[in-house]
């Protein structure tokens, strides 16, 4: 048995689940993020989940939809917070027609809608945190789905460890999805090893990063770029 290290309870992580289906409905997605969640309550992780579905949430690239337009949108009040105080987010989501759902692709752009916020280092906001993806379906394509949403993580500023994915598709055509019985889904140890290293490398990394303090604040200072600051970029190079 791996012994318990005692050097990851002051993290905090985030799971998202986008499934379309509303809570108390069976989510598959859930089962898998269950077992990644268990594995950091058990390092003594504090770890928050929600199925983004539940909520209110209007569609937008803007932090508050309410003031374009929309009546209600949960984003800014009750699921932004949770988000910005996490150290670790973890995006759970199925396959339908070999890509990421509706859901998935309306949580990346509330995220984008914060990416030109600062953290107190005049960095942008989601410098010094990690993320990585699950993703269930009975269809192929964990690879393409996770691709497009570790990319868009890397890109607003998240930080993506090694192996940040994982996922479980079963037999290509229709089928049994992970929870149902003789899916063959919880026990397949090639799912279960990629979710447990998944987990873990999240871990390191936000360890990594917490005591280090963030990502070193030189060279990606928005304010200091605008006021003319170049970090060493020659505009116009000597060598052309």
């Known amino acids: 048995m791996v012994s318990t290290p005692t050097g990851f309870s002051d993290l905090r992580a985030v799971y998202v689940n986008c499934t379309l289906k509303k809570s108390p409905e069976l989510s598959h997605t859930q089962g898998l993020m269950d077992r990644s969640i268990a594995v950091m309550r058990r390092l003594g ?3 928050d989940t929600f199925r983004l579905i539940d909520h209110p949430v209007a569609t937008g690239v803007y932090p508050d939809m309410r003031e374009h337009g929309w009546d209600e949108d949960a984003w800014p009040d009750e699921i932004w917070p949770r988000i ?13 027609l070999g890509d990421n759902s509706s859901v ?6 509330r995220l984008y809608a914060m990416s030109g916020m600062f953290n107190d280092r005049g960095q942008y906001i989601f410098y010094g945190k990690t993320a990585g993806v699950l993703i269930t ?4 394509g964990v690879k ?6 570790l990319y868009s993580m890397q890109h607003i500023g998240y930080v993506i460890p090694p192996a ?11 089928g049994p999805s992970y929870l149902d019985e003789g899916s063959g889904g919880p026990e397949n140890d090639f799912t279960n090893r ?3 290293f998944m987990t873990w490398n999240l871990l390191h990394l936000a360890r990594m990063l917490k005591d280090a303090g ?17 970090f060493g970029f020659e505009a116009n190079p000597e060598y052309r």
């Open 104 to 109: 998935a692709r309306q949580f990346i752009e």
């Open 84 to 96: 910005r105080d996490a150290d670790v987010l973890v995006i759970g989501g199925p396959l339908w």
């Open 144 to 149: 393409h789905g996770a691709m497009s949403l």
């Open 164 to 174: 940040a994915d994982a996922g479980w598709i079963g037999e290509v055509g229709p």
């Open 45 to 47: 992780v504090t770890v």
């Open 137 to 140: 379906g009975n269809e192929d």
């Open 214 to 230: 963030g990502i070193p604040a030189k060279g990606n200072l928005r304010a200091a770029w605008d006021s003319g600051e170049r």
């Open 194 to 196: 990629n979710t447990t």
